[in-house]
């Protein structure tokens, strides 16, 4: 036998199965030019020098994995399908002499073809485009690159290794499949007879409690703090039910549909229930995955763009002005902040304008129906747990130009929290009297930088309430390790007119201000934040974006397969229909909406569980300090509709394959 004989074969395999093979290959191009670019795009950042460009490479590299895993499970899928489509065809070669062990040979030139080609090409149009997405991860992380053409040999080895251990691992389960399998059975494979799916009433309940435990923790969730930690579990369950549901509810469903004469026994109810069950039975965890992915790309793409594009909102509410300085209010630093950014300012050419400044003590707190407790531990309850601020009264009318009256031993409070405030509140060893309720303060004094949902401002009359609660607290302090001890904080803001070097102008600042203030704290500026946000979210925007790439191509790749299983098997209930007396028409218009119902059952649950996501997610990105529901809302719906005409499209070609198929 010819050295060439089993290259020849296989070759002429692929093109005979083009239909299977071509959408294999493409993914596979697709996955290994994405993981490339992503592994690429690491490298060129780290290389760059931009600023904050170790954060943005670690935040990158964190995401090459999950690349990593998704081709896995993209590849192996394309390729169990074709093996599944192939079967008759291996019994074929059984029957007509072929050893197992030759089959097996086939098979390794096979998968050896579509490895090379994937490769190949893969690394070729990932190196081409990874100048672009390099170019637009700048843009998105708002830096400025020169751009030059480069190729990181480092990723290439990295593409190779990876791709060559899953095309191995694929070849690998193909060749095991073909000894554990009987030649004959392989050969009539597409003509066994189809036994109708039993009711797996258990199965369906879980699904049904699992389904009602995942949205009823998401809903039940009421700070930040305790939605990161409850989501995950809450996303477990939610993919447990839509397995279980997909698998046997579906199935329950349409048996109780049946059972019921009056709705069955209708000639369309009948065909359609009839088909949905063997419909149901063989593309449940198609559907399901289907429906998984779909809500992953929902939910990555709405909170990516969401963070994106309320980085200014952060921005605003974090610096009221261009510079941020805190010290310890141990005595009135304003004189020396003013004297040394004035003279800070005049070395560069600038002048500073807006100065505002107040005096202000943080805590966490607990706040529950027995009272605000100013030391709470790690049994405390997360819905209770938040930030308390004081200032005074001077301070905030200078600050806001707000008039408000109180008088010794009164407060007025902003508060957040659901339950309602007593008349008094006790703050250490002093009790205010609450004079008066805000419904809503400044932003930046609103800014939470703790990431606290909860939100507390107390307004006190003068300067020594203040003081008095500060000592308070640390002489009652129970453990000074773990809560700290107390100081007043001195904030001061201002902004910057002129046209100097601001580069050099905010990285000597800093020092500046260490020559005239004591115990300084932070000293900050709205453009260096500003570059730190975008690179952080930018990063993220980015990745989302690949993965959101990963979680399409499987997406495409099973409702492609989906379609061209069920042209398959359409095209012989087209003709028992027909057989049967019914009209092309009527076959038509019954099996469309058979097919219409099972494609677009997964994006109508995805939506549902977006839906139901939302309110946990808002919680989730107030741990980012992003507050604006409206934005998240409208992000969220856009995507929707973006998704949903994708989901149209791909609908709309794939569905030509198939009744391409079922017509012929």
Known sequence: MSRLFYPRMAAENLRKNKSFYLPYLLSGILVVSLYYMLSAIKIMVVESGMKGARSMGTILQASVPICAFMALVILFYANSFVMKRRKREFGLYSILGMEKRHISLVMLWEVLYTAVLSMVLGIICGALFSQLMFLLFSKAAHFTVQLAFQIPVGPIWWTFVLFAVIFGLVLLYDIVSVFRSDPIMLLHSDKTGEREP???WFLAGAGALFLAGGYGLALSVKSAQEAVGIFFLAVLLVVLATYCLFIAGSIAMLKLLRKNGRFYYKPSNFISVSGMIYRMKQNAVGLATICILSTAVLVTLSTCFSLFLGEEDILESRFPREVQVTCMDTKNPRPLLDQAAEEHAARYGFSIKNEIGYSMVNFAIAYTEKGLNLFPDGSADYNYIGLLSCITKEYYEEYTGESISLQEG???VYSTYEQPLDAAIQIGETSFSVAKTLDAIDASLEYNQMGLENRMLVILPSLDDLEKIVADYNRNNPDPEMFGEKYLQYYYYFDVEGEGDREAYYNTMRDAFNERVDRLSIVDNIDDARQDFYGMYG???????????MFMIATVLIIYYKQ???GFDDNKRFHIMKNVGMSNSEIRKTIQKQVLMVFFLPLGLAFLHTAVAFPVLCKVLIAFNLYNTGLFFLCTLATAVVFALVYFIVYQ????????????
Request: aromatic share 12%; proline share 0%.
């Open 198 to 200: 039993k009711a797996r």
């Open 410 to 412: 009164e407060a007025a």
């Open 539 to 549: 990063s993220l925007l980015f990745v989302g974006i690949f993965l959101v790439l």
């Open 564 to 566: 061209i299983t069920e």
């Open 653 to 664: 070609i794939t569905a030509h394959a198939y009744y391409r198929i079922v017509q012929s």
